[in-house]
């Protein structure tokens, strides 16, 4: 399941969306729902939830709302929900951003976890972020996930 959180985006104009579509096909995944939501922690968690309570999806990727800004609040519905945490993601993640845009890379609250037996990763919404955590970890790791998940 892929879920963009944004006020602005819609299916039409969410590249991120369509890029994180178009890599998990690309390496035999298949995207079972997607979802573009506004930044709002209740439709979010809505959409996890009834995302893990589906038997054919086993992972959850959800992007944007991950800044610090005012309505950046992704963060806060998806960490609310996590029963453990991949605390690794997030600081790998960062180290990654670091890397390319600097001490900005602070600001980005990226997470993952897990949730009733479902993999939810929560990452930034810009292409570049997107493209980052797909390619470098969220695609290497995805198949030995949902394999340990037993889903």
């Known amino acids: 399941m892929v ?4 006020d602005t985006r819609t299916e ?7 890029v994180i579509m178009n890599a998990l096909k690309e390496r035999g995944h298949t995207v079972a729902a997607y979802h573009v939501v506004k930044d709002e922690p209740a ?21 944007g709302g991950t800044g610090i800004s005012r309505r950046d609040s992704t963060f806060e519905a998806i960490d609310a929900l996590l029963e453990k945490r991949l605390e690794g993601f997030g600081e790998i993640f960062r180290y990654l951003s670091y890397q390319e ?8 609250r ?4 897990v949730f009733h037996h479902t993999v939810v990763f929560s990452i930034p919404g810009s292409e570049k972020a997107v493209r980052l955590a797909m390619d470098k970890l969220i695609l290497n790791e995805l198949g030995h996930i949902v394999r340990e998940m037993g889903k």
């Open 3 to 6: 879920i963009t959180c944004s």
């Open 110 to 113: 990226a997470v993952a976890g």
């Open 12 to 18: 039409a104009t969410d590249a991120s969306g369509a």
């Open 101 to 108: 845009i600097g001490s900005a890379a602070i600001m980005s």
């Open 43 to 63: 439709a979010i968690r809505k959409l996890v939830k009834a995302g893990a309570k589906n038997a054919y999806i086993q992972a959850i990727i959800v992007n």
